[in-house]
T-cell receptor
Framework: DGGITQSPKYLFRKEGQNVTLSCEQN?????MYWYRQDPGQGLRLIYYSQIVNDFQKGDIAEGYSVSREKKESFPLTVTSAQKNPTAFYLC??????????FGSGTRLTVV | GENVEQHPSTLSVQEGDSAVIKCTYS??????FPWYKQELGKRPQLIID?????GEKKDQRIAVTLNKTAKHFSLHITETQPEDSAVYFC?????????????FGTGTLLAVQP
């Protein structure tokens, strides 16, 4: 579905737990991104990666971690240090220049 | 870093009317400005983009204009249809292209009334 797959679609986290959101793409894109979407705040960048084994913090990286061991994969871990993790998380990929292709998102809820 | 402001936050039009959404950006080095449409519960999808060496671009009922001097760009939708109802996001690429990092506006909820 669009070449970029996020899983799971819905995720529930207990207080104090770490959870990992999956993002896989088969578009041969070099760059991958994680955004958080909250009502009225648009999309805010958490982390991005332009090449394998390298990634950079975005505007709201605190409480999150990522890895980029393979070109196709860019998982996001929401740690217990993230105080307000309930949100819609979007992964995207692109060539080094040009528009993004987004995944279908993961809705994370703290219970 | 780059900052993108988007207005209005909500826009209601009658079917067949035109809709205009405006964005301003702060980084004069920004050189790429895409627009995304997000229908309820779905992923954002690229609908049109413009680069800084172009002042206007059209694709059927959609057009984007860019004023580099004033650092603003706008999305124009003509002959609106109910299926145009969605949230629209503008974005600007930071760093003049050193990375492909996009900074997004806060979105505009467009409602087209039949």
């Amino acid at each position: 579905d669009g070449g970029i797959t996020q899983s799971p679609k819905y995720l529930f986290r207990k207080e104090g737990q770490n959870v990992t959101l999956s993002c896989e793409q088969n578009l041969n894109h070099d760059a991958m991104y994680w955004y958080r979407q909250d009502p009225g705040q648009g999309l805010r960048l958490i982390y991005y990666s332009q090449i394998v084994n390298d990634f950079q913090k975005g505007d709201i990286a605190e409480g999150y971690s990522v890895s980029r061991e393979k070109k196709e994969s860019f998982p996001l871990t929401v740690t217990s240090a993230q105080k307000n993790p309930t949100a819609f998380y979007l992964c995207a990929s692109s060539y080094l220049q040009g528009g993004y292709t987004f995944g279908s998102g993961t809705r994370l809820t703290v219970v | 870093g780059e900052n993108v402001e988007q207005h209005p936050s909500t826009l209601s039009v009658q079917e067949g009317d035109s809709a205009v959404i405006k964005c301003t950006y702060s980084d004069s080095a920004s050189n790429y400005f895409p627009w995304y449409k997000q229908e309820l519960g779905k992923r954002p999808q690229l609908i049109i983009d413009i680069r800084s060496n172009v002042g206007e671009k059209k694709d059927q009922r959609i057009a984007v204009t860019l004023n580099k001097t004033a650092k603003h760009f706008s999305l124009h939708i003509t002959e609106t249809q109910p299926e145009d109802s969605a949230v629209y996001f503008c974005a600007a690429r930071e760093d003049g292209g050193a990375t492909n990092k996009l900074i997004f506006g806060t979105g505009t909820l467009l409602a087209v009334q039949p």
